[in-house]
């Protein structure tokens, strides 16, 4: 069973920072697109970053330059690294991992990011 548990995340104030983490099963990772996506109350989930297996990043416009994208391939690990955050960065944050050749998604169980004075 393939399984993504998040975490990090919480209450920031503005011009802060935080870290997410998404641990995955093994089975999927070496060959997965990792991602993170987040959802503000009464809006659609949207992409903040992924990462490919061998790397290859790409972000969101409204988070380029403040947000970074990695992963550790040694501890089946993908890390979201929030840094400048803003008010208007407040969602709650899903891991996605996609594989390819099975076409299949599995979610995270989502993280809280709020970010307030």
């Known amino acids: 069973q393939v399984q993504l548990v998040e975490s990090g995340g919480g209450l920031m104030q503005p011009g802060g920072s935080l870290r997410l983490s998404c641990a995955a099963s093994?089975?999927?990772?070496?060959?997965?697109?990792m991602g993170w996506y987040r959802q503000a109350p009464g809006k659609q989930r949207e992409l903040v970053a992924r990462?490919?297996?061998?790397?290859?990043?790409i972000y969101a416009d409204s988070v380029k330059g403040r947000f970074t994208i990695s992963r550790d391939n040694a501890k089946n690990t993908v890390f979201l690294q929030m840094n400048s955050l803003k008010p208007e960065d407040t969602a709650g944050y899903y891991c996605?991992?996609?594989?390819?050749?099975?076409?299949?998604?599995?979610w995270g169980q989502g993280s809280q990011v709020t970010v307030s004075s």
């Open positions: 996605n991992a996609y594989v390819g050749v099975s076409r299949s998604d599995y």
């Open positions: 093994r089975t999927i990772f070496s060959i997965a697109i």
């Open positions: 990462i490919t297996s061998s790397g290859t990043t």
